[in-house]
């Protein structure tokens, strides 16, 4: 087993390329371009939604209060008759990207940490760059994709969208191990 704390350096250093690679990915290029659409009449649907005072958090409708209301007829019309929508609602005023930008570090820190500890308790001092790499690799790739998939199970999300950002997992995953496998205690 390695020493966790002598991981620090890797941990910070992946996570602050990854938060540039993945800067340079949503701004630079148009990879996620067409990862949401927009809505038609848009200005129509925003001033509707605006007279119900929507609190910001997620929301679904049609949505049962019960498993009897699910199973009821008036609920099967309201489901076949649409739309069906599951939305976040975000709070008014400017989009400050900056409370964004930091809890995305945060997470590319933990994600990156989590790794690193993965490898610590499987891989001994002085392991086999290969071995920190294949290690490191799987273990950061779960952290940034695999829980991708879930939105798109379960709510539906764009394929293309959960595809593009398993690919974008995968570049992280390849930089955290890079990263890992340059550093890792010999």
Same mark, same amino acid.
């Given at each position: 087993?390695?020493?966790?704390?002598?991981?620090?350096?890797?941990?910070?250093?992946?996570?602050?390329?990854?938060?540039?690679?993945?800067?340079?990915?949503?701004?630079?290029?148009?990879?996620?371009?067409?990862?949401?659409?927009?809505?038609?009449?848009?200005?129509?649907?925003?001033?509707?939604?605006?007279?119900?005072?929507?609190?910001?958090?997620?929301?679904?409708?049609?949505?049962?209060?019960?498993?009897?209301?699910?199973?009821?007829?008036?609920?099967?019309?309201?489901?076949?008759?649409?739309? +069906?929508? !599951?939305? =976040?609602?975000?709070?008014?005023?400017?989009?400050?990207?900056?409370?964004? *930008? $930091?809890?995305?570090? &945060?997470?590319?820190?933990?994600?990156?940490?989590?790794?690193?500890?993965?490898?610590?308790?499987?891989?001994?001092?002085?392991?086999?760059?290969?071995?920190?790499?294949?290690?490191?690799?799987?273990?950061?790739?779960?952290?940034?994709?695999?829980?991708?998939?879930?939105?798109?199970?379960?709510?539906? +999300?764009? !394929?293309? =969208?959960?595809?593009?950002?398993?690919?974008?997992?995968?570049?992280?995953? *390849? $930089?955290?191990?890079? &990263?890992?496998?340059?550093?890792?205690?010999?």
């Amino acid at each position: 087993m390695s020493d966790v704390f002598a991981l620090w350096l890797p941990t910070l250093i992946s996570a602050v390329i990854v938060f540039v690679v993945s800067s340079l990915i949503h701004m630079i290029t148009p990879w996620h371009k067409n990862d949401y659409r927009t809505l038609p009449n848009e200005d129509g649907v925003m001033t509707a939604l605006r007279g119900f005072g929507l609190q910001p958090g997620d929301y679904m409708m049609p949505r049962p209060s019960s498993m009897e209301e699910m199973r009821s007829p008036a609920f099967a019309e309201k489901v076949k008759l649409g739309p +069906r929508v !599951i939305m =976040t609602v975000l709070p008014p005023g400017s989009f400050g990207m900056a409370k964004n *930008l $930091i809890g995305w570090f &945060v997470y590319l820190l933990v994600v990156a940490c989590l790794a690193g500890c993965m490898g610590a308790l499987a891989l001994p001092p002085g392991a086999h760059d290969h071995d920190v790499f294949h290690v490191v690799l799987l273990a950061s790739f779960l952290g940034y994709g695999v829980a991708l998939w879930q939105m798109t199970i379960w709510y539906n +999300r764009s !394929i293309w =969208t959960t595809i593009r950002s398993t690919i974008d997992a995968g570049i992280y995953g *390849l $930089i955290t191990a890079g &990263v890992f496998m340059y550093f890792w205690p010999k």
